[in-house]
């Protein structure tokens, strides 16, 4: 999906491969329940509270200003809940898991972990705030500002501490292997566009 999502938008192809973006979030969910796994009572509960968290701190942001900045989104990233995609809040939990089952591979103390997650999440927010005009996902106001960048690593921190705090583990190469599609896929077009 990447790959010729990649391959489409350089070719022309933008406004068919950018309104294929919830699919493409579904699926990454579903990927996530079937493959990582998510199986037992403790996983769906971070899942679901990650989900909520993620979209708490989006929804507090679209209406105030903090903790990102001040952003509206738009309407290629499916549909809303108080001006705030499902998939958003989605998205943080897939991120979180998959950054998660990364740290857990490279080190063992919790703060470090949860500090190289919260890194993790920064690392791919670059290159999405570069796009994400272009695609119709969300705006800032100006541009994204500094705050948001300290906001995504903070918040990003804090739900990997919640992840480790349980103890769970995961698949390491499907969490790679999702984690630098989506960083790769953004990297690409943003200097591409």
């Known amino acids: 999906f990447q790959i010729s999502g990649v391959i489409g938008i350089m070719f022309g ?4 491969f950018i309104e294929k973006t919830p699919l493409n979030l579904m699926i990454q969910v579903a990927l996530l329940v079937l493959v990582f796994p998510i199986k037992n009572a403790k996983q769906t509960f971070l899942l679901v509270l990650l989900f909520a968290l993620g979209m708490t701190a989006e929804i507090v942001g679209v209406a105030t200003g903090f903790p990102f900045g001040k952003y509206t989104y738009g309407n290629n990233l499916g549909f809303k809940f108080m001006e705030v995609p499902l998939l958003i809040g989605c998205n943080w939990a897939v991120l ?38 272009t695609f119709d996902f969300w705006e800032f106001a100006s541009h994204a500002p500094i705050e948001n960048y300290f906001s995504w690593f903070f918040i990003g921190a804090f739900m990997h501490f919640l992840f480790h705090s349980l103890h769970l583990k995961g698949n390491f190469s499907f969490s790679l292997n999702l984690y630098l599609a989506q960083f790769v896929f953004f990297t690409v077009l943003a200097f591409l566009l």
């Open 13 to 16: 192809f933008q406004g068919w």
């Open 96 to 133: 979180v898991f998959c950054g998660a089952a990364i740290a857990n591979r490279l080190f063992s103390n919790i703060w470090i972990k949860s500090l190289f997650g919260g890194v993790l999440m920064v690392l791919l927010d670059i290159p999405m705030e570069i796009l994400a005009p």
